[in-house]
């Protein structure tokens, strides 16, 4: 991976862990994660209030759960894999606002 590319990683990382420490658990102990390879995955809560941000490193795990998201982030960015912006505006403007799981993952090669 590039050291740019891993430093802007591992600020972001260092960032989040300052700002969101009360929803951070981090394992560094028995960890088998492939080498050379960052993996991010989001998982998004069905009432699309809050997301669930894992990192798996070579050396250890770090999870943030339930992160919040601001009203602005559920209506502006289509976080429904299986829906587009225009349902996602609808189902939040007239109907129940229940939504289905999306799950995103994100492979990087250090």
């Given at each position: 991976m590039l050291?740019?590319?891993m430093n802007a990683t591992?600020?972001?990382e260092g960032w989040l862990k300052s700002k969101f420490y009360p929803h951070?658990?981090?394992?560094?102990?028995e960890v088998n994660n492939a080498n050379k390879q960052l993996r991010i995955s989001v998982k998004v809560t069905p009432s699309l209030s809050a997301v669930d941000l894992m990192f798996s490193k070579p050396q250890s795990n770090t999870l943030f759960r339930d992160l919040p998201l601001s009203e602005t982030t559920n209506?502006?960015?289509?976080?429904s894999a299986k829906s587009s912006l225009i349902?996602?505006?609808i189902d939040n403007t007239i109907s129940d606002g229940f939504a289905r799981k999306s799950f995103?993952?994100?492979?990087?090669?250090l």
């Open positions: 050291p740019m590319l591992l600020g972001m951070l658990s981090e394992n560094r102990v209506v502006v960015f289509p976080l349902e996602r505006l995103l993952n994100i492979s990087l090669l």
